[in-house]
């Protein structure tokens, strides 16, 4: 989210738009058509591991591996919604609200909990990272929690002394 200058030192409130993966509703995040149920998958019985032997001149060699039919989830989905094609999750935007704190600077990352991408086979969601930027301002410049402004004077002000208006 890009910031002004002002937003980031007062604090505010941004309405995002966030693109991400959402359980889908007409499956309830299965993966299979309605009324259907993921069944288990034969080649591994379930596990979602395969043992593969080979020999070797060195003699025989066992190596576990990733089922290849169900690709790791121990169930194989016969039936697939005609929503989300199998994967269970649909790709959504949403409007949310992130609130910033007053004196945010360039570069930091706002976490908000929960409203990442869901986990995988129901698990809880992620984290939500913001990275912030600020645009520069006309007359502040920012140097750690330092505000630097250059006022242009003259000669005989700096060396009689004068009253001048800072922004």
């Given at each position: 989210?890009?910031?002004?200058?002002?937003?980031?030192?007062?604090?505010c409130?941004?309405?995002?738009?966030?693109?991400?993966?959402?359980?889908?509703?007409?499956?309830?995040?299965?993966?299979?058509?309605?009324?259907?149920?993921?069944?288990?998958?034969?080649?591994?019985?379930?596990?979602?591991?395969?043992?593969?032997?080979?020999?070797?001149?060195?003699?025989?060699?066992?190596?576990?591996?990733?089922?290849?039919?169900?690709?790791?989830?121990?169930?194989?989905?016969?039936?697939?919604?005609?929503?989300?094609?199998?994967?269970?999750?649909?790709?959504?935007?949403?409007?949310?609200?992130?609130?910033?704190?007053?004196?945010?600077?360039?570069?930091?990352?706002?976490?908000?909990?929960?409203?990442?991408?869901?986990?995988?086979?129901g698990?809880?969601?992620?984290?939500?990272?913001?990275?912030?930027?600020?645009?520069?301002?006309k007359?502040?410049?920012?140097?750690g929690?330092?505000?630097?402004?250059?006022?242009?004077?003259?000669?005989?002000?700096?060396?009689?002394?004068?009253?001048?208006?800072?922004?």
């Amino acid at each position: 989210v890009t910031l002004t200058f002002e937003e980031a030192a007062k604090g505010c409130a941004k309405d995002l738009n966030i693109t991400r993966h959402e359980p889908c509703s007409a499956c309830g995040g299965t993966g299979a058509k309605a009324g259907t149920q993921p069944q288990t998958c034969s080649a591994c019985k379930g596990t979602g591991q395969v043992r593969v032997q080979q020999n070797t001149p060195f003699g025989r060699i066992q190596n576990v591996r990733a089922c290849d039919v169900c690709h790791g989830t121990g169930q194989v989905i016969k039936d697939p919604c005609p929503r989300c094609g199998g994967a269970g999750q649909v790709r959504t935007t949403k409007r949310r609200t992130v609130k910033i704190p007053a004196g945010i600077d360039d570069g930091q990352v706002i976490r908000v909990a929960g409203q990442g991408e869901p986990g995988q086979r129901g698990g809880p969601p992620g984290d939500l990272q913001v990275l912030v930027r600020v645009r520069p301002h006309k007359y502040f410049v920012r140097k750690g929690n330092d505000l630097y402004c250059t006022v242009p004077i003259s000669l005989t002000q700096a060396a009689l002394g004068a009253e001048i208006d800072v922004p």
